[in-house]
């Protein structure tokens, strides 16, 4: 199976800067299209921003110019680096990766357990 661990989270203040981690482990064939996905009390679950295995990211027109994701392939991990965070940033983040557990096998989507960011002075 695949786990996902992010890491990073924590309170900051508006202005303020994170840096969340996900380790993707398990036994897998492949790891695919990588993202960060965020849910604020009482809504919905939304796509922060995604990268490929090429590095191509797309973002959120709320984090644009004020976040940036990155991947290491060599060692399965992707980092959000978010910075002039502000307090409607504040919300549990999970990790998301798409993987191939067998050369045979199909694609699944798997998720983290969550790392909270709270923006708040």
């Known amino acids: 199976q695949v786990q996902l661990v992010e890491s990073g989270g924590g309170l900051v203040q508006p202005g303020g800067s994170l840096r969340l981690s996900c380790a993707a482990s398990g036994s897998v064939f492949r790891f695919y299209d990588m993202g960060w996905y965020r849910q604020a009390p009482g809504k919905q679950r939304e796509e922060v921003t995604t990268?490929?295995?090429?590095?191509?990211?797309n973002y959120a027109d709320s984090v644009k110019g004020r976040f940036t994701i990155s991947r290491d392939n060599a060692k399965n991990t992707m980092y959000l680096q978010m910075n002039s965070l502000k307090p409607e940033d504040t919300a549990v983040y999970y990790c998301?990766?798409?993987?191939?557990?067998?050369?045979?096998?199909?694609?699944?989507?798997?998720w983290g357990q969550g790392t909270q960011v709270t923006v708040s002075s």
């Open positions: 990268i490929s295995t090429d590095g191509s990211a």
């Open positions: 998301h990766a798409v993987a191939q557990l067998r050369y045979y096998s199909g694609r699944s989507g798997y």
